[in-house]
C-alpha cells in the first residue's frame, strides 16, 4: 500500500495566500465582468475613504474609467488623503494580508489588508501590467509600478521615482489596466455603487468621469469630517476563551491578572475585579496573565455573563448620524416621508460592539419606479460600504425579509415605493467571504437589524395611516360644508334674526375645531395602545 | 499632515493566512453552533474519501461524536485509507494552504488545503486543546497532537509516539474536542450530512455514533472502486492569457513553443499546431516557452476560439454515473419514478473540465414530508460532497428556481414530493467561499445544470402524463365494462342465439385491445413534436 501513496505525498506542496487567491478570485468578488470592475472601484475607493477619514481629511475622490479595449477598461482612482510613504507602497498595493487594518480594533471599511493588492493581482492576470501608483507624501512624490510576487506573496517594484515637492498637495493615485471586465449601468454597476457611497458618506465628494467622457459628481452635503475612529479594547461580554487567553499572553505590561484585565478591556473597573475575585476563589488574580491558563480564562469568561455592565463605549463605533443620513437620503431621495432609526451600541460574539442604523424613505424618488409599478429598494451598507452583491445571503436582506410588513399596514413590502437604508456600524464585520459584500448572521447582530427595521416601519405605519386619516377627514369636512350655506340661511330664518354670513363663520369654525380636535385624539389613540417598547419584547411575543 | 499619519503607518504589520482564518472563522463554515459542527465532520470525512480514492481502497469511514459538555463536544473520523507519513503530519492538520491538492488539476473533494488546519484551529480557539492524530502508514503507527501556531501558519507536534506494526492497518484517526457547537438532526446537522454523503457515494460505508450511543451504518451500495482521478492537462477552451503565459514560463522540458502547446494542453495535435501558425503568422512558435511574451500568450488564446476542436477527454471527469445513483436513490427513497441525467464534459473558464448530473426521484421517500403536505428537495452536490449551506447563493439552486417548471406540467414545484440530486463533477469547483457550500455562477457552469435539469424535467412529465393517461384510461374502461353484462345478454337476445358469455368474452377482448392500442398512440403523440434536441436551443428561444 505504501508504495503506491508514496506518489501521492511527494507532491505535497505549501502555497501562498497570493496564489490561493489567485485560484480562487471569485472569493474577492472577481466573478462576473460587471461585478469585477465594481470590486476594483470599491477597493480602492474604501482605502481611499479610510485613509482621508484617518489622517482627519474632508475626502474629495475621482474615479475615471477609460475602455481601452473590448472589456479592458482603465481604473484610476485620485484621492486628497495622506498619501502613503515610500516604503509601505509595496505592501499596500502589492502583498496581501499586510496593513494597518487587519490587527486593530477599530472601525474602518476596509478590515482585511487584502483588497488593493488582489487588484494588483486581478490587473496582472487580465492584462499582465503591474499597476501604477503615484504617492504624495510628506513633501515628495513617490511614482512607480506595483506587481505582487505571486509565488511568495510579495510586492515587485519597478520604475520608482521620487522627487521632492513644496507639500502643499498629498494624496494616492493609483491606475490599473483591468480586461475582463465592464462597464455598465446596471443596479449591481460602478454608477450605482459611486451613489451609494455619496448616500453614506455625505461629507465626502465624489467624481465620476465615465468611459463616454461624462462626468457625473456627487456633492458633499455635509462638511463635518466625521467622528475619528480609535482603537478600543474589546467588552468582556462575548470575549471568547481563546480571545481572553491571547489577550493576556500578549499583554506584558500588566504585572497581575487583576491588572490585566482593568488595561485590556472596556468597562472593568477595579470594582468589578473585586466582584470577578468572589465569584471565582478558585482563580489567582495575583499572577502574571501569561501564566494564566485555559481553565482560569474559561472560568473568567463564563463569570463575565453574570457581572452587571455597564452599556459599551457609545464612541466605539461611528455611525453615519441621524442627521446626516437624513441630509443625504432628502438630497438624494426627496421623499414624501423619511425616518431614521439609530439603535444603541450592542455587543456580538467576541466582544465587538456595533450599532444599526435604518433610514425608511416613502414616496418621492423612494423604490425603484419600474415601467407600471414601484418596488422596493433595500439598500445594504457595512461601515458606509454599500454593499450590491451577495443579497440573499447576508443578514441585512435576510432580517428584512423576516419582519411581518403586514403587521405594519405595508400590504407589500415588495411593490412599495419604500426605500430601506441599512447600516451596520461595528469595529469589526463579520463578512461571510473575503469578497465582502454580505454580513454573516450572527445572532445578535440579526436580532439587531431586524429590531431597527421594525421601528423604522412603525413610524412609517404612523405616517401613512395619518395620510388615511388627513384623506377621511379633507372628505368628511367637504361633505359637511356642502350643507353649511344652506344651513345657515335656514337657521337665520328660523331665528328670525341674525346675518346668515354671521351663522355661517361661525358653524365653519365650529367644523374646523371639531375635526383638528378630532385628529388629535385619532393619534393619540392609535400611538397609546400599540407601542410597548423596545422590539426585542414584541419581537419576542411574535415567536 | 505627514507627521499626523505617521502613526498610521508605524502601525503596518503582516499577517499569516492562519490568522486571517481566526479572524474570519466564519468564511471557513464556523458560523453558527450546528454548522460548525457539521463543518467539522465535512472536513475530516471529505479527506478520508479523497485519501481512500487516490489509494484505490472502499472507503469506510466512521465518525464518532460524543457530548463532553453543553456545547462541547469530542469529534473522532476513523477510516481505512492509506494513513498518513510522520513528516506530513503536521502540513496535513496543522498548516493551512499546504498539501497535495491545491496545485494539481485533478477532480478531488479538497482542493484548498485549508480544511482540516481549519477543523485544528476551530479546536484551539474553543476548547484550548490540539487534535489527536494516530495514522497506520507502512508498517508504522504515528500518534501525535497537532496544533497550528497561528503567528507563523506552521504545525507544533507534540506527543509523537511511533512504534512499528505488521503493516496489516492502514488508516488515520483524529480526535479533537470542540466547543461552540451543537449536534442535532436538523436538516443542516451531522445526520443529514452523513447520509447526503452515503448517497452520492454509494461504494462506501459510513457509520454514525451519535452522541446518545447509538449507531448508525449507512451500508456500501456498491462495491466498485469510482474510476481513479488524475492530473489532466488543460483544455485550449477557455484559457486565460495569464494562465498559458504561467503555464510557458513554467515549461522546462518543451524547447519550442509549438511543443509547449502540444505537450502541456489537452487535445493540442500537431495538425491543431500548424493550424495555429497559419492563424499566427506574428507569433514565432521557434522560441522557446519561458521566452512567450503577453502579446503571444494573447493573440494565442484568441486564435484558440477559432479552432475546432475535439471535446475533451471525458475521463478528465469522473462523475458519480447514472448506474450508482439509481442504485443508491432506489435504496435510500424508494421513489415511485426516478430518472438519471448525465450531461457530456464541458469546458468553462480557465480551460476547466466538468460535467453535470441530475437525478429526478418522485414518490416514495422522495421530497420532505411535512405533516399535511410534501416539499421538493434539492440535495446539491460537488464531486459527491453535500452542500448543506449558503442554499440562496449557490449556482445550483439559482439554476433549479429558473426553469419554469409549469411548462413540465408541474404546476408548483415547492409542494411536489420530488427530490432532485445534482452533482457538479470537475477539476476545480469555483466555491464562493472558502467555507465550500455554493457554486459561484460561472456562466457555463450555470447554464449545463439548468439544462441538466430541465431535461429531468421533462422526463418526469413524460411519466406524470402517462399516470394521468393511465388514470383516464382506467376510468373509460371502468364505464365501459359497467355495460359489457348487460350489453352481452342484449346481442345474445337480438340475435336469439349464442351464449351471453361468450359475446361478453369477446366484448371484453375487443376493450382490451381498443385501449393498449389506443396508449401507444399518445405516447408517439406526446414524444414526437416537444422534444427538440438538446436544452440549449429551447432555453434560446424561452428567452
Same mark, same amino acid.
Given at each position: 500500500?505504501?508504495?503506491?501513496?508514496?506518489?501521492?505525498?511527494?507532491?505535497?506542496?505549501?502555497?501562498?495566500?497570493?496564489?490561493?487567491?489567485?485560484?480562487?478570485?471569485?472569493?474577492?468578488?472577481?466573478?462576473?465582468?460587471?461585478?469585477?470592475?465594481?470590486?476594483?472601484?470599491?477597493?480602492?475607493?474604501?482605502?481611499?475613504?479610510?485613509?482621508?477619514?484617518?489622517?482627519?481629511?474632508?475626502?474629495?475622490?475621482?474615479?475615471?474609467?477609460?475602455?481601452?479595449?473590448?472589456?479592458?477598461?482603465?481604473?484610476?482612482?485620485?484621492?486628497?488623503?495622506?498619501?502613503?510613504?515610500?516604503?509601505?507602497?509595496?505592501?499596500?498595493?502589492?502583498?496581501?494580508?499586510?496593513?494597518?487594518?487587519?490587527?486593530?480594533?477599530?472601525?474602518?471599511?476596509?478590515?482585511?489588508?487584502?483588497?488593493?493588492?488582489?487588484?494588483?493581482?486581478?490587473?496582472?492576470?487580465?492584462?499582465?501590467?503591474?499597476?501604477?501608483?503615484?504617492?504624495?507624501?510628506?513633501?515628495?512624490?513617490?511614482?512607480?509600478?506595483?506587481? +505582487?510576487?505571486?509565488?511568495?506573496?510579495?510586492?515587485?517594484?519597478?520604475?520608482?521615482?521620487?522627487?521632492?515637492?513644496?507639500?502643499?498637495?498629498?494624496?494616492?493615485?493609483?491606475?490599473?489596466?483591468?480586461?475582463?471586465?465592464?462597464?455598465?449601468?446596471?443596479?449591481?454597476?460602478?454608477?450605482?455603487?459611486?451613489?451609494?457611497?455619496?448616500?453614506?458618506?455625505?461629507?465626502?465628494?465624489?467624481?465620476?468621469?465615465?468611459?463616454?467622457?461624462?462626468?457625473?459628481?456627487?456633492?458633499?452635503?455635509?462638511?463635518?469630517?466625521?467622528?475619528?475612529?480609535?482603537?478600543?479594547?474589546?467588552?468582556?461580554?462575548?470575549?471568547?476563551?481563546?480571545?481572553?487567553?491571547?489577550?493576556?499572553?500578549?499583554?506584558?505590561?500588566?504585572?497581575?491578572?487583576?491588572?490585566?484585565?482593568?488595561?485590556?478591556?472596556?468597562?472593568?473597573?477595579?470594582?468589578?475585579?473585586?466582584?470577578?475575585?468572589?465569584?471565582?476563589?478558585?482563580?489567582?488574580?495575583?499572577?502574571?496573565?501569561?501564566?494564566?491558563?485555559?481553565?482560569?480564562?474559561?472560568?473568567?469568561?463564563?463569570?463575565?455573563?453574570?457581572?452587571?455592565?455597564?452599556?459599551?463605549?457609545?464612541?466605539?463605533?461611528?455611525?453615519?448620524?441621524?442627521?446626516?443620513?437624513?441630509?443625504?437620503?432628502?438630497?438624494?431621495?426627496?421623499?414624501?416621508?423619511?425616518?431614521?432609526?439609530?439603535?444603541?451600541?450592542?455587543?456580538?460574539?467576541?466582544? +465587538?460592539?456595533?450599532?444599526?442604523?435604518?433610514?425608511?424613505?416613502?414616496?418621492?424618488? =423612494?423604490?425603484?419606479?419600474?415601467?407600471?409599478?414601484?418596488?422596493?429598494?433595500?439598500?445594504?451598507?457595512?461601515?458606509?460600504?454599500?454593499?450590491?452583491?451577495?443579497?440573499?445571503?447576508?443578514?441585512?436582506?435576510?432580517? +428584512?425579509?423576516?419582519?411581518?410588513?403586514?403587521?405594519?399596514?405595508?400590504?407589500?413590502?415588495?411593490?412599495?415605493?419604500?426605500?430601506?437604508?441599512?447600516?451596520?456600524?461595528?469595529?469589526?464585520?463579520?463578512?461571510?467571504?473575503?469578497?465582502?459584500? =454580505?454580513?454573516?448572521?450572527?445572532?445578535?447582530?440579526?436580532?439587531?437589524?431586524?429590531?431597527?427595521?421594525?421601528?423604522?416601519?412603525?413610524?412609517?405605519?404612523?405616517?401613512?395611516?395619518?395620510?388615511?386619516?388627513?384623506?377621511?377627514?379633507?372628505?368628511?369636512?367637504?361633505?359637511?360644508?356642502?350643507?353649511?350655506?344652506?344651513?345657515?340661511?335656514?337657521?337665520?330664518?328660523?331665528?328670525?334674526?341674525?346675518?346668515?354670513?354671521?351663522?355661517?363663520?361661525?358653524?365653519?369654525?365650529?367644523?374646523?375645531?371639531?375635526?383638528?380636535?378630532?385628529?388629535?385624539?385619532?393619534?393619540?389613540?392609535?400611538?397609546?395602545?400599540?407601542?410597548?417598547?423596545?422590539?426585542?419584547?414584541?419581537?419576542?411575543?411574535?415567536?
Amino acid at each position: 500500500m505504501p508504495t503506491s501513496t508514496d506518489k501521492i505525498f511527494s507532491e505535497f506542496k505549501e502555497h501562498s495566500v497570493a496564489e490561493f487567491f489567485k485560484k480562487n478570485k471569485q472569493m474577492l468578488g472577481f466573478s462576473g465582468k460587471t461585478r469585477s470592475l465594481t470590486t476594483i472601484v470599491h477597493e480602492y475607493v474604501t482605502n481611499s475613504l479610510d485613509a482621508c477619514e484617518e489622517a482627519g481629511i474632508l475626502a474629495q475622490i475621482t474615479v475615471k474609467i477609460e475602455e481601452v479595449d473590448k472589456e479592458k477598461y482603465r481604473v484610476t482612482t485620485e484621492d486628497n488623503g495622506p498619501g502613503i510613504p515610500k516604503k509601505h507602497i509595496g505592501k499596500a498595493l502589492g502583498q496581501m494580508l499586510a496593513g494597518t487594518k487587519f490587527h486593530r480594533y477599530m472601525q474602518q471599511r476596509g478590515q482585511q489588508g487584502i483588497g488593493a493588492s488582489g487588484c494588483t493581482m486581478y490587473a496582472q492576470i487580465t492584462t499582465g501590467k503591474p499597476v501604477k501608483a503615484t504617492s504624495f507624501y510628506d513633501k515628495k512624490m513617490i511614482s512607480c509600478e506595483v506587481a +505582487v510576487d505571486l509565488k511568495t506573496n510579495s510586492a515587485i517594484l519597478t520604475n520608482v521615482v521620487e522627487q521632492d515637492t513644496d507639500g502643499s498637495k498629498s494624496g494616492l493615485v493609483v491606475e490599473g489596466e483591468f480586461a475582463d471586465v465592464k462597464y455598465d449601468k446596471s443596479s449591481f454597476g460602478v454608477f450605482e455603487y459611486m451613489k451609494r457611497t455619496a448616500m453614506a458618506n455625505p461629507h465626502a465628494q465624489f467624481t465620476l468621469i465615465e468611459p463616454t467622457g461624462e462626468s457625473v459628481t456627487f456633492p458633499r452635503t455635509v462638511a463635518e469630517i466625521p467622528k475619528k475612529a480609535h482603537s478600543v479594547l474589546p467588552h468582556p461580554l462575548g470575549i471568547s476563551t481563546n480571545d481572553l487567553l491571547d489577550l493576556a499572553h500578549r499583554d506584558t505590561d500588566s504585572t497581575k491578572i487583576s491588572v490585566f484585565l482593568q488595561n485590556k478591556f472596556s468597562r472593568i473597573s477595579a470594582a468589578r475585579v473585586k466582584e470577578l475575585r468572589d465569584a471565582l476563589p478558585a482563580v489567582d488574580f495575583e499572577k502574571a496573565p501569561k501564566d494564566i491558563t485555559w481553565s482560569d480564562a474559561e472560568a473568567l469568561v463564563k463569570a463575565f455573563t453574570s457581572v452587571k455592565w455597564i452599556a459599551p463605549e457609545t464612541d466605539s463605533v461611528i455611525p453615519i448620524g441621524k442627521e446626516q443620513i437624513e441630509k443625504s437620503l432628502q438630497s438624494i431621495l426627496a421623499p414624501q416621508f423619511l425616518s431614521v432609526t439609530e439603535r444603541p451600541v450592542k455587543i456580538y460574539k467576541g466582544g +465587538v460592539p456595533f450599532a444599526v442604523e435604518v433610514a425608511i424613505a416613502y414616496g418621492g424618488h =423612494a423604490g425603484r419606479q419600474l415601467a407600471d409599478k414601484f418596488t422596493s429598494d433595500v439598500m445594504r451598507f457595512a461601515n458606509r460600504v454599500p454593499l450590491l452583491f451577495d443579497n440573499s445571503g447576508c443578514a441585512i436582506s435576510e432580517a +428584512v425579509k423576516e419582519v411581518d410588513w403586514k403587521r405594519y399596514n405595508i400590504k407589500n413590502f415588495d411593490e412599495e415605493p419604500i426605500t430601506l437604508f441599512i447600516n451596520l456600524a461595528s469595529v469589526y464585520v463579520p463578512y461571510t467571504s473575503a469578497g465582502k459584500q =454580505a454580513i454573516s448572521s450572527e445572532e445578535d447582530v440579526f436580532a439587531e437589524i431586524k429590531y431597527a427595521v421594525m421601528e423604522a416601519a412603525r413610524d412609517l405605519q404612523r405616517y401613512l395611516s395619518g395620510i388615511t386619516r388627513d384623506r377621511d377627514k379633507k372628505e368628511r369636512r367637504k361633505a359637511v360644508l356642502r350643507y353649511v350655506g344652506q344651513l345657515s340661511k335656514d337657521v337665520v330664518e328660523l331665528a328670525g334674526s341674525g346675518k346668515s354670513a354671521d351663522v355661517e363663520k361661525k358653524l365653519m369654525n365650529l367644523i374646523e375645531t371639531k375635526y383638528s380636535t378630532q385628529i388629535e385624539e385619532d393619534e393619540s389613540e392609535i400611538d397609546a395602545p400599540k407601542e410597548n417598547g423596545n422590539g426585542k419584547e414584541e419581537d419576542e411575543g411574535e415567536e
